[in-house]
């Protein structure tokens, strides 16, 4: 059983930066899969970035070039860097895990965070 536990999340001016961090426990060696997703209310969850020892990393179009996910193997953490922020990207971010090697956009990652909140307002 993989725990996962987010920190990092914050309010914030349009413009500026957060880093969310999540560190994975409860499992003896690598996590291959890690992601953070976000879900706004009265939106669907969405995919922010995933990384992965099969395909690497992957974006939402909505994030490409502001937002960089990042990981720390050996502690099995996951980081997503997030630089000019905009209203949109107000949501709850959570962190996922997997043990498979891949996920693919259209499967489910299997552990999930409690997510943290992340505000962008003036």
């Known amino acids: 059983q993989v725990q996962l536990m987010e920190s990092g999340g914050g309010s914030v001016l349009p413009g500026g930066s957060l880093r969310l961090s999540c560190v994975a426990s409860?499992?003896?060696?690598?996590?291959?899969?890690m992601a953070w997703f976000r879900q706004a209310p009265g939106k669907e969850r969405e995919e922010v970035a995933s990384t992965n020892e099969v395909r690497g990393t992957r974006y939402a179009n909505s994030v490409k070039g502001r937002f960089t996910i990042s990981r720390d193997n050996a502690m099995n953490a996951v980081y997503l860097q997030m630089n000019d922020l905009k209203p949109e990207d107000t949501a709850m971010y959570y962190c996922a895990a997997d043990l498979r090697p891949w996920v693919s956009p259209n499967d489910r990652f299997t552990y999930w965070g409690q997510g943290t909140q992340v505000t962008v307002s003036t």
């Open positions: 409860g499992h003896t060696g690598n996590v291959p899969s």
